[in-house]
């Protein structure tokens, strides 16, 4: 029995009805490259969010979950905050987005379980509202398209609905990223959205923010491992709406719609009509774009040795130019470089704290996270847990 199945029949007496699951993802380049309609290079991970749903006749919805001690109850018709019970707010987020769409659903019970560590920048918040989403679709079943809804699935002779469709993912990504940038005030994009569903097993995907395609292309041979600084983090709270104004402002005097517009030779010669910051920020997330491009070729030619490379390069410019590194994730970076094994490593997701993403020769992937935990240790005193991850289906 899983873990959310446990905790629904123990809190509320009775065994669920359905159950989903919403990985984490980890991205490996393209750090805030979505937004301004680049290239991002991500993975989905055997972290996830399990939702057990069932529902109920009375209107109301009740949520628990084995990361918080409260639970939370409330009308359907009242989607409101709850500062007692913030963690709920991403659930009513997606619940407002759904009824907004004009999907209808009642009441229901859900239990939740994570295996993903919160703040650590790997898209538990985005996991969090896809499982929500998938548990009500699994109730209530709706059918989604670019413009809202559409004729609703219907189940085969198992009681199963069929699997979205590409359409259907991109549609469900969008709804999620305005939860985050309508009801929870992050102005993110649509990176851990559409990673968490459209993940496959032992693939990397390599998804266009302009076009909104996503292709997939193998890796395998090395390790994925992540380490947790420590410094949790949210994204509604930190810089990143400052970084994304500064990325559009810059834009905008540079004439373009997106800096996914703008190319190296171009940018130097009108640096002139941007402010300092939106000059860092531009020069980061040109040159992103770019080591993104070389990298996912790298993919595709088995040349992990480059794109570790390509890695340590991305994080130097989020540290010297996007300047949404800290002095944790720097450490964690450097020490990996001198580590077995280890091929790239930088900051994963909107940093500003959370965790680092190591690419290990599998072979050597035990030492290096003895290694790196040790070598933590005596710098900081502080006890380092590396995180072995396995590349993930998406959501389901």
Not at 218 to 236: F, R, Y
Not at 268 to 295: D, K, M, P, T, Y
Not at 327 to 334: R, T
Request: charged residues 20%.
């Amino acid at each position: 029995m899983s873990d959310a199945k446990t905790l629904f029949k123990r809190h509320f007496g009775e065994s669920p009805s359905q159950v989903v699951r919403a990985p984490g993802r980890l991205e490996l380049l393209g750090n805030h490259t979505d937004y301004n309609g680049g290239l991002v290079l991500s993975i989905a991970v055997d972290k996830c969010i399990e939702c057990a749903v069932a529902p109920r006749t009375d209107g109301k919805i009740a949520l628990v979950s084995s990361a918080f001690d409260k639970p939370e109850i409330f009308w359907l018709d009242r989607l409101q905050k709850n500062p007692a019970a913030a963690w709920a707010d991403y659930a009513k987020g997606t619940l407002a987005q759904l009824k907004k769409t004009g999907v209808h659903f009642s009441g229901f019970n859900a239990a939740f379980h994570s295996t993903i560590p919160i703040g650590g920048g790997m898209g538990s918040s985005s996991a969090f509202e896809i499982s929500v989403a998938l548990a009500v679709r699994r109730l209530f079943p709706f059918g989604l398209k670019e413009t809202g809804i559409t004729t609703p699935p219907k189940p085969d002779s198992r009681g199963h609905l069929p699997a979205l469709t590409q359409i259907e993912k991109m549609a469900l990504a969008r709804l999620c990223g305005a939860v985050e940038n309508e009801f929870i005030g992050a102005r993110t994009g649509l990176l851990d959205q559409t990673s968490s569903l459209f993940g496959k097993a032992w693939h990397a995907m390599e998804i266009d923010f302009q076009s909104l395609t996503v292709e997939h292309a193998p890796l395998t041979g090395e390790a994925i491992v992540v380490c947790d600084s420590g410094g949790k983090h949210s994204l509604a709270e930190s810089g990143y709406n400052e970084l994304r104004q500064n990325c559009e402002s810059a834009a905008k005097a540079l004439g373009v719609r997106s800096l996914r517009a703008v190319d190296q030779k171009f940018l130097a010669a009108n640096l002139s009509r941007l402010s300092v910051r939106e000059s860092e920020c531009a020069r980061h997330i040109v040159g992103e774009i770019q080591r993104a491009f070389h990298a996912a070729r790298a993919l595709r030619e088995n040349d992990h040795r480059l794109f570790g490379e390509l890695m340590f390069l991305s994080h130097e410019s989020s540290r010297d130019l996007l300047r949404n590194s800290t002095p944790e994730l720097d450490q964690l970076v450097e020490l990996a470089r001198g580590c077995p094994g280890c091929l790239g490593a930088r900051l994963t997701g909107g940093g500003f704290g959370g965790a680092t993403i190591n690419l290990v020769a599998h072979h050597q992937a035990s030492e290096f996270m003895e290694e790196i935990a040790r070598r933590y240790h005596e710098r900081t005193g502080k006890t380092l847990q590396p995180m072995l991850c396995e590349i993930a289906d998406g959501a389901n």
